[in-house]
């Protein structure tokens, strides 16, 4: 399955342009894709702002730092400096996944994929240009798919 925001349901539910509100570390997100886009950010108040911002708005927003944290290959979440091929970034996006996974449309969604092995065509493969792969994305999704359908 093919997850996209033009996509049918529950692959447009899945997308990271979805509006699925959230709390990560006591910030209000509107959308996963508002918060992968503040990581991109050095200062945690613009963070906040583009939290609360969903789909090609919070794309946008974010599109306007590619090149400061290209360069650099470094992210950012509430003052602390992530390296983009380290470990602890990696924590980073289970623990954002995580706290998306309280969402209970997104759970719904997520669950009416059934055995499906999904995939983000439109996603990028290499970690240099992007904040987020198409691995890192859909084997979240996968990963918390099969703890939800345990429960």
């Given at each position: 399955m093919?997850?996209?925001?033009?996509?049918?349901?529950?692959?447009s539910?899945?997308?990271?342009?979805?509006?699925?509100?959230?709390?990560?570390?006591?910030?209000?997100?509107?959308?996963?894709?508002?918060?992968v886009q503040a990581f991109k950010f050095d200062k945690p108040h613009i963070q906040v702002e583009v939290c609360k911002l969903v789909g090609i708005r919070a794309k946008r927003?974010?599109?306007?730092?590619?090149?400061?944290?290209?360069?650099?290959?470094?992210?950012?979440?509430?003052?602390?400096?992530?390296?983009?091929?380290?470990?602890?970034?990696?924590?980073l996006l289970d623990r954002a996944f995580n706290a998306l996974a309280e969402n209970d449309s997104f759970q719904k969604a997520l669950l009416a994929t059934g055995n499906s092995t999904l995939t983000h065509s439109i996603g990028k493969s290499k970690c240099p240009e992007t904040v987020l792969t198409e691995r890192e994305f859909c084997s979240r999704l996968e990963t918390i798919r099969a703890r939800l359908s345990k429960n």
């Open positions: 093919d997850i996209g925001s033009k996509a049918g349901y529950p692959a539910a899945l997308s990271n342009f979805a509006s699925h509100p959230f709390v990560f570390d006591g910030v209000e997100c509107a959308s996963m894709e508002g918060l927003r974010g599109q306007k730092r590619n090149k400061a944290w290209k360069r650099i290959q470094k992210l950012w979440w509430r003052g602390k400096e992530y390296d983009r091929h380290g470990n602890d970034y990696q924590k």
